[in-house]
């Protein structure tokens, strides 16, 4: 059963990119054939396949961006007939108009054996129940994860995401061990366990929680209030869905799958290829994918990529977290601030507050004006105006000493956020609607 993981997780990295090389090449020569935009780029850059074989030739190759996506739209990338494409899924973004991605018999199979490597690495095999809570449609979260848990044997329990409570009764009911769903929406299920005093009755030992930035102090709030240890998956539709790169058991970075996707740190302003260790914008190639093959695409997300050999045994290379991406990040007043370093400070405040939190930027007068909206706790709530002042600044003092700029704190009521079944919207950006 582990032979997908044994083969390729552990392949010596001499071996590994010898492998990659190849399949590079094999790439880069039927998309030369197959796909018109990418052979345009190809001979602009005067470059013919016979230029890549191996993965050092892989920096010279042409970027690939989303808007190519939308200006091919739906099809136009495609590299194998339709009647060779199994399924689609789509992706909105938080702006602008859909993409849509495809995937051939074998991209299905690759997709559950990376969604599969995960479930193995973290401890789950066919007696797990995998309660899948992510949405099952369009979105890649639920198909992946579904088709992960049926490749190694488990029963999956395909919910979708929503209607809370029967989640949870359905979560008890069917004893789930595992569970799939983004960690804004795995809070949201274990603040409505907390009301239902059902805790006692769940059987979850672990979590798989993505499609969204999210902090440790989230993933220790969520291992507490759903009695789980929670691992962190990533992916995007564009590259496949979930299970791109997925944590250990050790849980000190995601491994990507190296023997499909080659990942490159690049400098996101001039595209110069970074050292390894240092951050910036994630750049992917899929080197096995024949449905909707993409090279060198940019993510838009930040991190940094470490190549030491894990105490896993696992030889693919670790990405960390990503911080946020190169379009979610705010500038306000001039400085940088990513919405992940407020929930890191919310969250090391702790006490009066929760998670649960928005951002709302304006422009006023040619000034930015920049506020953060706190749901309190009950507790704080009954404690009255006095304890809720204080807090509020010392929720100010601590953001200001974090990003530099100090931002309107306003503690709201409790539950008067709303919750997400999905990625959760944190920031709205007034600037952009004038
Ligand atoms: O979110 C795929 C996915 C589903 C991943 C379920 C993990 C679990 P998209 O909707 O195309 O696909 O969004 C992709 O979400 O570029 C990141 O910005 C963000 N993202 C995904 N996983 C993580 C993560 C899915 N673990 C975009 N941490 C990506 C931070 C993540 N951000």
């Known amino acids: 059963m582990k032979y997908w993981q044994e083969k390729y997780e552990t392949m010596p990295r001499e071996e590994l990119r010898k492998l990659q090389g190849e399949r590079l090449a094999w790439q880069v020569k039927r998309m030369y054939e197959k796909v018109e935009l990418f052979r345009k780029r190809m001979d602009e850059a005067g470059l013919t396949p016979d230029d890549v074989k191996s993965v050092d030739d892989l920096k010279k190759l042409p970027f690939s961006y989303k808007q190519d996506l939308r200006d091919y739209y739906p099809y136009g990338l495609f590299a194998v007939p339709m009647s060779d494409i199994r399924r689609v899924h789509a992706s909105s973004g938080t702006t ?7 995937y051939t018999d074998n991209d299905l199979e690759m997709w559950a054996d990376c ?39 488990a029963t999956a329990i395909p919910i979708s995401s929503g209607n809370t409570q029967r989640q949870i009764q359905t979560m008890i009911d069917f004893g789930a061990t595992v569970l799939c769903c983004t960690p804004s929406y795995a809070m949201y299920l274990g603040e409505t366990i907390e ?34 240890k929670a691992y962190d998956i990533y992916g995007l539709s564009e590259i496949m869905g979930p299970g791109v790169s997925y944590e250990c058991e050790y849980q000190c970075g995601m491994h990507v799958c190296e023997d499909n996707f080659i990942p490159e740190i690049i400098d996101p302003d001039t595209g110069e290829v970074l050292p390894e260790g240092a951050q910036g914008e994630l750049v992917f190639t899929t080197i096995t994918k024949e449905g909707f093959p993409l090279i060198r695409y940019r993510t838009r997300d930040i991190c940094s990529l470490n190549y030491e050999k894990c105490k896993c045994g696992r030889t693919h290379v670790r990405m960390n977290k990503p ?19 407020i929930e890191e400070v919310l969250l ?32 704080l709530f009954s404690d009255g105006v006095k304890g809720i002042e204080k807090f509020e600044k010392i929720i100010t ?5 974090t990003l530099g700029i100090g931002p309107k704190v306003k503690l709201v009521n409790p539950k008067s956020i709303q919750r997400s079944e999905g990625k959760a919207k944190r920031v709205i950006d ?3 609607l004038k």
């Open 115 to 153: 969604f599969a490597r995960m479930l193995i690495a973290t401890g789950n095999d066919e007696n797990a129940f995998v309660q899948v809570s992510y949405g099952l449609g369009l979105f890649t979260g639920g198909f992946g994860a579904h088709d992960g848990a049926v490749r190694i044997g």
């Open 195 to 228: 009301e239902m005093g059902v805790k006692d009755q769940l059987k979850l030992k672990v979590g798989i929680f993505g499609a969204e930035p999210w902090t440790e102090e989230m993933r220790q709030q969520i291992e507490e209030k759903l009695g789980l």
């Open 348 to 379: 090391k405040v702790g006490g009066g507050v929760t998670p649960n939190y928005q951002i709302i930027v304006d422009r006023v007068n040619n000034s930015d004006v920049f506020e953060v909206e706190v749901e309190m706790t009950e507790q």
């Open 323 to 341: 911080q946020g991406r190169t379009d979610d990040m705010l500038i306000i007043r001039g400085v940088n601030v990513f919405p992940s370093q």
């Open 397 to 401: 003092e601590n953001l200001r000493s």
């Open 96 to 102: 602008g108009k859909q993409i849509v991605v495809g």
């Open 430 to 432: 007034k600037r952009k």
